[in-house]
């Protein structure tokens, strides 16, 4: 996938856990699990949103885009 979460460093900088986040945020640790090892499909801008404000970052903090095998450049 083309998107990259990028979640590890700015809990390290943080020393914050992720089960920690997930607790702030209100979403299970599973979940957050899925979002940051790129196994997720989608975020809720809600979600997005929650990160952003326990890690005072932006979005452009969190997600990154890669071009790769899965990318849809073209398709519409």
């Known amino acids: 996938m ?3 979460v990028e979640l590890d460093a700015l809990l390290a900088g943080k020393r ?3 089960a920690e986040l997930a607790a702030r945020i209100g ?3 599973p979940n957050l699990n899925v979002l940051k090892t790129g196994k997720a ?3 809720r801008f809600s979600t997005l949103s929650a990160i952003c404000r326990e890690l ?3 979005p452009g903090d ?3 885009w890669e071009p790769g ?3 849809e450049e073209g398709k519409e």
């Open 41 to 43: 499909k989608a975020i």
């Open 62 to 64: 969190i997600l990154r």
């Open 69 to 71: 095998a899965n990318d």
């Open 16 to 18: 914050m856990t992720q």
């Open 2 to 4: 083309p998107v990259r």
């Open 56 to 58: 005072g970052c932006q």
């Open 27 to 29: 979403i299970t640790a």
